[in-house]
């Protein structure tokens, strides 16, 4: 990674986390989740500054080197050193995939439980998040306001990186990476920018100011 895209990638961090704080300072009863989002956005950061290399860009020979990164990792701790960059940059790059794939669930439950009423039953299929965008639009409904989550951004990111991650038994194979539009940085950014586009429609600040805003 070069100076250059270290340097554009940093100014989107910087713009996520005036954003993100600035949201944050509205609903302080939501301080858990977004110092949650922070550590996301802190991970992110880590990652670029450490050049992390992308997944799209990995072949056979970084493969082969994985065992033995096992042993320099190990004796790294042992020793209580540094671990090698590479794989530091890797960590915080997951780091930030799996909080992020967190945050988005617990803040579709933040918009799901300022609604009024109880949970409507609603269809199992897809993901959890589907179902929470689900009970989100029919809880709404039955109050008279129309809102529409865009779950499959938020449940795309849950399925094609946070699941592979999580519990496939390579995680994210070298595969699965090339099959990707955007490289892992750009993914975790869109996915914040999803969020903060969430955060600012007015029907949603409504509802989150009245249940979780200053009383």
């Not at 129309?146 to 390579?170: C, G, M, W, Y």
Request: one cysteine or more; aromatic letters at 6%; charged letters at 35%.
């Amino acid at each position: 990674m070069t100076n250059g895209e270290k340097d554009n990638l940093r100014k989107e961090v910087i713009k996520l986390l005036d954003d993100f704080v600035a949201i944050a300072l509205k609903y302080p009863k939501l301080k858990h989740p977004f110092r949650y989002a922070l550590g996301a956005i802190y991970a992110l950061n880590r990652s670029i500054k450490l050049g992390h290399k992308d997944r799209k860009s990995y072949d056979d020979t970084d493969e082969s080197k994985l065992l033995e990164e096992i042993k320099t990792i190990s004796e790294a701790v042992k020793n209580n050193n540094e671990p090698p960059k590479t794989w530091e940059a890797g960590f915080f790059c997951n780091a930030s995939f799996a909080r992020i794939d967190a945050i988005n669930e617990r803040f579709l439950k933040a918009i799901e439980e300022a609604i009024k009423g109880p949970n409507p039953a609603v269809s199992r299929q897809g993901t959890k998040l589907d179902r929470i965008a689900r009970k989100i639009r029919a809880k709404g409904l039955n109050n008279g306001i129309d809102i529409e989550i865009p779950t499959d951004l938020f449940s795309q990111f849950r399925r094609v990186v946070a699941n592979k991650l999580k519990h496939e038994i390579d995680g994210q194979a070298i595969e699965d990476a090339i099959g990707l539009q955007e490289n892992d940085h750009v993914i975790i950014i869109n996915s914040l920018k999803d969020l903060v586009k969430l955060f600012k429609q007015e029907k949603i600040q409504q509802l989150l100011a009245e249940k979780y805003g200053e009383n």
